[in-house]
């Protein structure tokens, strides 16, 4: 069974960095799409940003502050975030294309709270 797991919130000032990691594990045979989404208090879940084997994206919000990354050979992606601002307080999830014996799973992770607060 493929399991997720974040780590890396946390409260920061503005200004501030943070960088999550979230680990997948769990019959893998491969990964395809790897992806950070929040969710603000009493807002729709987005995407923050997201990876594939060849190229990136972001949410015009936060270009230039925030970069995706991922370590194949952990099963691992990152997501650094400076610069954070205020608007930027959401709980955080990773999300990720998999390939099990059972064929092509999405999965999340649990979600990890990143509080921008001076």
């Known amino acids: 069974q493929v399991q997720l797991v974040e780590s890396g919130g946390g409260l920061v000032q503005p200004g501030g960095s943070l960088r999550l990691s979230c680990a997948a594990s769990?019959?893998?045979?491969?990964?395809?799409?790897m992806g950070w989404y929040r969710q603000a208090p009493g807002k729709q879940r987005e995407l923050v940003a997201r990876?594939?084997?060849?190229?990136?994206n972001y949410a015009d919000s936060v270009k230039g502050r925030f970069t995706i990354s991922r370590d194949n050979a952990k099963n691992t992606a990152y997501l650094q975030m400076n610069s954070l601002k205020p608007e930027d307080t959401a709980v955080y999830y990773c999300?990720?294309?998999?390939?099990?014996?059972?064929?092509?799973?999405?999965?999340w992770g649990q979600g990890t709270l990143v509080t921008v607060s001076s």
């Open positions: 990876i594939t084997s060849g190229s990136t």
């Open positions: 769990g019959g893998i045979f491969g990964l395809n799409v």
């Open positions: 999300n990720v294309g998999v390939v099990t014996v059972k064929g092509y799973l999405e999965v």
